[in-house]
T-cell receptor
């Protein structure tokens, strides 16, 4: 498809389980972002990739969170030993590289993966 | 420090009227971009409008316009002729300089009344 694709759309996990969330960005988009969005709040930055390089992971809330993008396209966000506070929508977004003022460089978002930890 | 501030948690507007959603930002960079996104109840994030820090004119996209006041560091979104379908969360966001991170504000929930 032409847009950002995320799977699964919904995931229910028992506390302590590991989960993996997948993001397939728009073809040709070099930059990829992961955000966490709690109900009624704005997206909170988790991590950013440029191609396969993870350039910023400052937003990952703990070492239970891990993201990868081994071939510079599909990315996976993994959460180990899930906790109830991990319940949120996880948004993936991609953009063309080149964050200059000569192009908008807007983010294109997927529909998100809603994680519920029981 | 909060980089994007949206002071209106919720706003109401009558259908067909105009509404302004406030956004102030904090940056020491000279080069940055400002964005507005709409998030309906279905959850998808929809890009609305962009303003570059060096753009001298306010951005416009159809019924959306951005009231950019650089000295005040504000980038308010104006929606003209509101429609029922405009009811959604609206997020202001910023990308600084040549960096790639996008920072989002807490959002404003707009409700359009018939």
């Amino acid at each position: 498809g032409a847009g950002v694709s995320q799977s699964p759309r919904y995931k229910v996990a028992k506390r302590g389980q590991d989960v993996a969330l997948r993001c397939d960005p728009i073809s040709g988009h070099v930059s990829l972002f992961w955000y966490q969005q709690a109900l009624g709040q704005g997206p909170e930055f988790l991590t950013y990739f440029q191609n396969e390089a993870q350039l910023d992971k400052s937003g990952l809330p703990s070492d239970r969170f891990f993201a990868e993008r081994p071939e510079g396209s599909v990315s996976t966000l993994k959460i180990q030993r899930t906790q109830q506070e991990d319940s949120a929508v996880y948004l993936c977004a991609s953009s063309l590289v080149g964050g200059t003022v000569t192009n908008t460089g807007e983010l294109f978002f997927g529909e998100g993966s809603r994680l519920t930890v029981l | 420090a909060q980089k994007i501030t949206q002071t209106q948690p919720g706003m109401f507007v009558q259908e067909k009227e105009a509404v302004t959603l406030d956004c102030t930002y904090d940056t020491s960079d000279q080069s940055y971009g400002l964005f507005w996104y709409k998030q309906p109840s279905s959850g998808e994030m929809i890009f609305l409008i962009y303003q570059g820090s060096y753009d001298e004119q306010n951005a416009t996209e159809g019924r959306y316009s951005l009231n950019f006041q650089k000295a005040r560091k504000s980038a308010n979104l104006v929606i003209s002729a509101s429609q029922l379908g405009d009811s959604a969360m609206y997020f202001c966001a910023m990308r600084e300089s040549y960096g790639q991170n996008f920072v989002f504000g807490p959002g404003t929930r707009l409700s359009v009344l018939p």
